[in-house]
Each structure stands twice: as structure tokens, then as C-alpha cells.
């Protein structure tokens, strides 16, 4: 594996509580993605479920971070736990998620679909809503009701190049590890993992056929350090 197909980054960076570990202990708020996206090629923006930032302050993320850095946003809780991806109610929601994104221009990573652990399977309605997606989507699916885990979900994001996101939680048994898309998008949600754990994971992702490979650790202070070490094993 090559460190320009695999990239690691956080949930979130401006925290509090990572000064004095990853950020001097007087940094400023405003300073942090500048000091973050120097250290790391990607971040996980979660705030994007709640409510989309103006278009300046996207502006102003593209401009503060390098040219190859990239933004993975979790999309709007009105499409995936509001209309639950009915594409009657989505659409609106789904083009104004995609119109304000392109405020990052080419910093625009993977869109984040995380569903509810209570949505169920619904295949029909998943197709419909992937006929939504505008052409580079990106998009990237959290299903966390184990009954979507299914060749025939799998199918249908793989037709509409959408990748299927594992993630590996506390609260439920890991989903299983299949390729959807040319490229893939890996949540690890424990708190704490050893040198053996992110040894093993690198090796478990290079195995793959994955052109680029993003990974998002939890918003703990240890994400940073976490995602450096599986680069770092990545690439040697």
C-alpha cells in the first residue's frame, strides 16, 4: 500500500480538549484546521448532520488547508433520519447538500450517508434515492441495521459507484468488508486500539483492491495520533 492511496484523519478537529496532546495549549479556535490539515490529509466533518455551514465558511475551510487535503461530510439528518431516504422527500435536501458543498471545490472528499440503527432494509427505496446522487457523488453508505447487509444492497451501490462504509463500533457487530466502489470509506469507532490492532487493520486494508482508501477515528484526543501510526504502517 502507498501512502497517496490511503489517507487517515479524525472525526472533527477543533476540540478543546486536544490541546496539550495534538495542539499547543494556546491555540486559538480559528487556528486549529490550519495546524490539523498539516499533520493530516482528510478530516471527517460530523457537524454537517445538524446544520451545513454557509458557503463562506466552506470557502474559508478550502482556503486554510493544502491542495491535496479533503473533507469527508456526514450528510443531513432531514435526508437519512427525517425522509429516511424516500426520494420524494430527499431530493430537495440532496441537491442543496451538493450544491452548497461545492463551495470546496476539488477538498470536497466522500458524502456521508449514515442511516438510523432503525432502517431497515428497504431496497426499492435505496435504488430510488441512488438515482438522486448527482455524477461524482461520492457518496459513501452507513447501514446500522444489520438486514441491509445483503447482495442485493450491495449491487445497487455498486451500479451507482457508491461505497459501502464499515465501520467498527462499540455497540454492534462489525459490517462485513465488501467492495462497492473503486474506492472505500472505514469508520474505527473503538476507543482505544494498540500497535498490533492498527497493524493488523493496515494489512487488512491493503489487501483490497481500493484505488484510495479513507479511515475516520473517533473525535478522542488520541484520533490524531492514531491516524499517523496507520499511515505510517501503511506505507512501509
Known amino acids: 500500500m502507498t501512502a497517496s492511496r490511503f489517507v ?4 472533527g478537529y477543533s476540540f478543546k480538549e486536544w490541546k496539550g496532546n495534538f495542539y499547543p495549549e494556546k491555540m486559538k479556535p480559528e487556528e486549529m484546521l490550519a495546524w490539523y490539515s498539516a499533520r493530516l490529509p482528510t478530516v471527517e466533518i460530523n457537524n454537517t448532520f445538524y446544520q451545513m455551514p454557509k458557503t463562506a465558511v466552506l470557502e474559508n475551510w478550502a482556503k486554510a488547508t493544502p491542495e491535496d487535503f479533503r473533507f469527508a461530510i456526514k450528510a443531513s439528518r432531514r435526508i437519512t433520519h427525517m425522509s429516511r431516504l424516500r426520494a420524494e422527500t430527499a431530493a430537495d435536501s440532496v441537491n442543496f447538500l451538493y450544491t ?13 450517508f449514515q442511516l438510523p440503527p432503525f432502517l431497515k432494509k428497504d431496497l426499492p427505496r435505496l435504488s430510488e434515492f441512488l438515482t438522486l ?3 461524482g457523488h461520492g457518496a459513501a453508505f452507513e447501514f446500522r441495521n444489520d438486514s ?3 447482495d442485493d444492497v450491495y449491487g445497487a451501490l455498486k451500479a451507482a459507484g457508491a461505497s459501502l462504509c464499515f465501520s467498527e463500533r462499540e455497540d454492534n457487530a462489525p459490517p462485513p468488508l465488501v467492495e462497492t466502489a473503486p474506492w472505500g470509506y472505514v469508520r474505527l469507532r473503538l476507543e482505544t486500539y494498540s500497535d498490533d490492532d492498527l497493524q493488523q487493520w493496515a494489512a487488512k486494508l491493503d489487501a483490497t483492491t481500493w484505488r484510495e482508501i479513507y479511515v475516520y477515528f473517533m473525535h478522542e484526543p488520541t484520533a490524531p495520533a492514531y491516524a499517523q501510526t496507520l499511515m505510517q504502517l501503511a506505507s512501509s
Open 8 to 11: 487517515a484523519g479524525a472525526s
Open 100 to 112: 452548497t458543498l461545492a463551495a470546496l471545490g476539488a477538498k470536497r472528499g466522500a458524502v456521508l
Open 148 to 150: 441491509w447487509f445483503d
Open 133 to 135: 446522487l448527482p455524477e
